[in-house]
């Protein structure tokens, strides 16, 4: 057992940090928030060029053959700083779903564009009945001359400057993935602007026609959890990021707001609830270090362990966040202080791939189940 | 022991529903959530309430109010937040209204109390300041004499409304020495008085409600002083009481959860209804049973003053658990809408998620988090529960 960073993961952990610290204040994020799409495209190329687009991918695929906890190093780090590139979209899953589902000339035409920052990626899986349901998907796919005709929506897709959707549909009792490029006549795009920066979409899918080679998989559901389940954890672990800049932010607060002729962290009343926020954070990084291990290791409880992580930091991530905005009073409800943005982006963390109440729901399944 | 309405409460029930669905028009509502028409629109709602003899309910009948038992006031603001109605903007009516009557001359009287209660003065309520939010007594807002007009500098910050507002009710420091509660003066001040700056504070919920004011050699008539000079402070703490009491929620809290009931049987989840599901239901019962205890404990204070009374310590605790239960019926209220919720307006404020209340899910979660935080925190309320409830 060895819960320690290798050094080049030190090393990973060290330029991520520093980039944010020197990228992401809260005024440079605020001017992001008005770029097109929501993010930089200049710090996109930035991330090409430090390979950090390249981490999670094999060396003959183009990449550096980093695993799960290297993406949790990326995502902790952008989550102290609210990051808004698209890293999980477009890199954890659009990217590993071509990486692993081998149609290698898909993987071909796509992973190196995408590694070299060229490429936005999205998988848009979600439909207006299924809320957090992988496997309840209406768009249906059809065999059509030797290709495939796609019908449906999707909402919510994530990342609204993506070039490829990776799209699930139904095909016969299965459920098929597809790689849709994003200017496909049979693709219509509206952009949605949600509350924690970032522009998503709702897809509809009218005859969009696609050739053999752009079904990635016909039989993908397990190939699709599998991706979720690992982009969950990084997104657990941009959330334990994010909570951890709120409780320190809180503590920092509390040493300068005076009121009643001294600083307010010296209220006891408020010094518990701080030490409760720094405890709530803590869970949440345990669990995602068993997390982490359990991918790692392949163990057999993957799927409990990352449902008790979700579900623990969609509950203490939304607590956390509330308590730092209690705690700064009349500041905290400001659009101008940025600690209303983390719980903004906590609140979706929580939401996307099931909610706490979901997780906790498919843990006993996993668990309890006969 | 028994909750029945007596047949003269139940007319009266009957009698404010069908008012607030025959006057409280789809039309006026939608005209009070766009901001570019909220102003007017509160006050045409405002003015019907008081055409019919309702908009200060509260006061004593000879400036206007209705004279009714507590149990009447409850049924009044429950049939109104069930028809999805605000109520009047509390500032005016709620707030300054009963310091008005209680503490003003004749002559204030005369000029302010019919005026607010028809609506033709809009008002904000001018305490806070930026050294000064839970610890309301260190205001620094300088009010100096000068032959019959007070001078004023400094700045109030959180000023709800300041941008519509005719009139401000505004606690000055017209004394430095002594303790610092000793030295406050209660004013009315114009807000077309020239000095007088309002620059708005967006808040969490992308909404234009909040503003800092500065004053830069503001003068106001010393005729507009309220009480005696360096009193303020009594009068704006009998205020703050009457604030404190209003705000427990209850209407709203059981409006939203018959919202949540209703769309939970429509939204699909998977295969099945979501209102099916057992988790989701555990969560629908734990705040339902939350919001019924809270209902109980607001009719138990009702009635104990409607008995001639005096509310005891448990109406304390209907601001600290009124706003608790507001927020986690919020909080259920978004988890309901689960990712639509986050999805902004677009131009013009339409909702564009396709989807039917996500966008109110967030914007009254967002904006809830401040319920916890005005008319003194829940932190300061425990205070006062503790030393003057439990004696500690
Ligand atoms: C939406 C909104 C509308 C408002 N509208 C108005 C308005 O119209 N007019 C107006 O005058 N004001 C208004 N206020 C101001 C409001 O009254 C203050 O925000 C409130 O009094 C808290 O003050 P503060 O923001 O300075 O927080 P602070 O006093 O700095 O408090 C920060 C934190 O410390 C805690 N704290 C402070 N003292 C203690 C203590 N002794 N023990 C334990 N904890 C403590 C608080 O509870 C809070 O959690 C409004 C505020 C909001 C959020």
Redesign the interface.
Known sequence: MDFSLSEEQQLLKDSLEKFVASEYSPTQREKLLHAPAAFSADHWQTFAELGWLSIPFSEEQGGIGGGIVESAIVMEAFGRGLVLEPFVDTVLLCGQVLARSGNASMAEQYLEPLIAGELQGALAW?E??????L??CETEAKRQDGGWLLNGEK??VSNAAANLLIVSAKQGDQVGLFAVPADNPGVTL?T?????GRD?M?VTLTDCQLTAEHCLQEAGLQLLQQVVDEATVALCAEAVGAMDYLYQATVEYSKTR????QPIGK?Q??QHRMVDMFMLTEQCRSLLVCALCSVSDNSETVTEDISALKAMVGRYG?QVA?EA??LH??M?????MNI?HY??RL??ID??FG?A?FH??RYCNARYAA | MHAKFTPEERVFQQEVREFMTNEFTDELAARIRHPDSFREAMIEWQKKLDAKGWAANGWPVEHGGCGWSATKRSIYSNEMALAGAPDVVPMGIKMVGPVLYSFGNEEQKARFLPATKASDIWWCQGY?EP?A???LA?LQTRAVRDGDDYIINGTK??TTYAQYADWMFCLVRTNTEGKPQAGISFLLIDMTSPGITVSP????D?EHH?NEVSFSDVRVPVANRIGEENEGWTYAKALLTYERTALSGVGYCKRTLQRIRDYAAN?????GR?IDDP??QA?LADVEMEVTSLEYLELRVLNAVDKGGAPGMESSLLKLKGSDCQQAVQ?LY??LA???????P?DDHQN???HAYGDQA?REY??G??T???GG???VQ??IIAKFGLGL
């Open positions: 979600q207006r009945q299924s809320r957090s349901s496997e309840h909402v919510l509206q949605l602007k949600l509350m924690d998503a709702n005076k009121q009643f002729g209220f009343a408020l939304r509330e905005v209690q009073g009349g905290g409800v400001t659009h101008e209303g719980l903004k609140m979706m939401v996307t909610d109440d906790r729901r | 806070s050294g939010g839970s610890d260190a910050i959180w504070i967006i808040s969490i992308d909040l939204e699909r989840q998977g295969g979501l988790d989701f969560r909080t978004w988890n689960a990712a639509y919720g986050g999805v902004l677009g564009v998620s396709g967030r967002m904006f988090r401040a916890t935080i005005y925190s829940n932190e425990r205070n």
